[in-house]
């Protein structure tokens, strides 16, 4: 259900760590606004290893949108950048399996890393970068616009209790069978767009 009266106009997807525009859930988002809503501005950014660049390039993107009819969906670390863009904003956000600790949980993934939707494009993934993390999540927690996320109970990177727990205010969609890819994100992109007030 939609908490908010306000049409999107302008959307930006925040993919996770390792990912990128030609994942699943972010391919099924586009396919359904250009079908749908063809009059929404979609962004779908392939983000920089440092959250630093990342957070730079996200505000360059969104430099010049309508704050009020604004939103943003992130998965997984996209998530939690998600969270962040919200902050900055006051923006309508989606968390899908957000990532709530990851100076904790990407620790333990510093060096070289392969992309996974195209295996052959590497990156490393510096130490620095747990730092530049810890300052987007000191921030602040909580998001002054309307939250929704979806966590699945049977994510196997991240513990859906630690989701539920960091985001007590948003409109909770829990998924007894849902894994962390959501892999059956298209049976809840309808639930999404009418949350963005796009049914």
Known sequence: ?????????????????????????????????????????????????????????????IGDWPRDTMAVVGSSLGGFYASWVARQTGCPSVLLNPAVFPTRDLAKHIGEQSQWHAPHERFYFQESYIAELQAMASEGTHAPGPEMALISQRDEVLDWREMQARYPKATRILLPEGDHAISDFALHVDGVLGFLELV
């Open 1 to 61: 259900m939609a908490m908010h009266a306000v049409q999107t106009t302008h959307l930006l997807y925040l993919h996770g760590f390792r990912s990128s525009p030609a994942s699943g859930k972010a391919r099924l988002m586009a396919q359904a606004l250009a079908q749908r809503h063809p009059q929404v501005h979609w962004c779908c950014p392939q983000l920089p290893p440092s959250p630093r660049q990342a957070a730079h390039d996200m505000l360059r993107l």
